[in-house]
C-alpha cells in the first residue's frame, strides 16, 4: 500500500517569525500523524530554520527549485548539494509556476530531475494542463509529454525514487478544483503512461493531487484510488488548515 503524502509549497512568502510559529505548530499537531508523510517546502532562506526546527521530528523538508551546476559562476542560484546540505530530501520539479513564469521547459526540467537525483534528493515532478489546454482536449497529451521527456532523460527507473504531482494549472490559486472524479482520472492516466515503460514502478509510484487542497475537500480527493495525497498551496501557510489536511490524508 502506498504511504499518503502531504506536501506544503510554501512559495515566496512568510517572514522568519511566520516561518517559525508555522513550523512549530505543525510539528506539534503531527506528533500523531505517523501514518502520513509530511514534507514542507519553504523558501530558502527559511531552510535552515526547517532543519534546526524539524530534525528531531518525522517531518520532511525540501527546496521549491535548483540548478543543474553544482557550484560555480551561478549568480542566484541553488544547488542540489547545498539542499543536500541543510538536509533536505526532496526537491519540486517542474512546479507550474516555474514552467509558465520562468519559461522552464521540459528539456531543462528533465535535466534538473537527473541533477536532483545525482546528490540524492527525491524529485517531486509537477505535471499539468493550463485551462486552454484542458478546453482543447490536450490534457493527456501534455501530461505524457511531460512525463515522456524525464523517462528519455533519466529512464523509468528513475521514478522507483520520485513522487509525481498532478497539479491542474486552471485550479492553481484560483480556488477552482477538480472534482475528485476529474482528479481520479488524470492521475489514473498518469499511471497508464509509467506502465507502458514499466507496470511495478506504475503501481509503486506516489502521485498527489495538487490544485487548490483545503481541509473541505481533502478527504474526497484523497479517497480516490490513484490519488496518493496533496500538494498544498496556499492551505499550508496556515498550521491549522495544513494540519486537518493531513487528517484526512491519514483516515482514507
Known amino acids: 500500500m502506498r504511504k499518503k503524502i502531504v506536501a506544503g509549497n ?14 512549530e505548530s505543525i510539528k506539534q499537531g503531527a506528533g500523531t500523524l505517523s501514518g ?4 514542507i517546502f519553504p523558501s530558502f532562506v527559511y531552510l535552515q530554520q526547517c532543519e534546526e526546527t524539524l530534525a528531531d521530528s518525522l517531518i520532511s523538508w525540501g527546496g521549491q527549485n535548483l540548478y543543474l551546476g553544482r557550484a560555480g559562476a551561478f549568480t542566484g542560484e541553488i544547488s542540489g548539494a547545498m539542499l543536500v546540505d541543510y538536509g533536505c530530501q526532496y526537491v519540486l520539479i517542474g512546479h507550474s509556476e516555474r514552467r509558465h513564469l520562468f519559461y522552464e521547459d521540459v528539456n531543462l526540467l528533465a535535466a534538473k530531475y537527473k541533477a536532483a537525483q545525482y ?20 490534457t493527456e497529451s501534455i501530461i505524457q509529454q511531460q512525463l515522456a521527456s524525464v523517462v528519455e ?10 513522487v509525481i504531482a498532478y497539479e491542474p494549472v486552471w485550479a492553481i490559486g484560483t480556488g477552482l478544483t477538480a472534482t475528485p472524479d476529474q482528479a481520479q482520472e488524470i492521475h489514473a492516466f498518469i499511471r497508464q503512461v509509467l506502465a507502458a515503460y514499466h507496470p511495478g514502478i506504475a ?16 478527504k474526497s480527493l484523497f479517497a480516490m484510488p490513484d490519488i496518493d495525497g496533496g500538494l498544498v498551496g496556499g492551505a499550508s501557510l496556515d498550521a491549522k488548515a495544513f494540519l486537518a489536511i493531513c487528517q484526512a490524508a491519514m483516515y482514507t
Not at 510554501?10 to 513550523?23: E, F, I
Not at 502520513?36 to 514534507?39: D, K, L, R, S
Not at 527525491?122 to 494542463?129: A, F, H, I, N, Y
Request: charged share 25%; proline share 3%.
Open 36 to 39: 502520513v508523510e509530511i514534507i
Open 10 to 23: 510554501w512559495k515566496m512568502n512568510g517572514s522568519r517569525y511566520d516561518a517559525h510559529v508555522l513550523l
Open 153 to 162: 532523460a533519466a529512464s523509468i527507473d528513475a521514478f522507483r525514487q520520485a
Open 119 to 138: 546528490v540524492g534528493l527525491q524529485p517531486v515532478l509537477c505535471v499539468g494542463e493550463t485551462i486552454e489546454e484542458r478546453e482543447a482536449g490536450k
Open 203 to 218: 503501481q509503486s509510484v506516489r502521485i498527489l493531487y495538487g490544485g487548490s487542497v483545503k481541509p473541505d475537500n481533502a
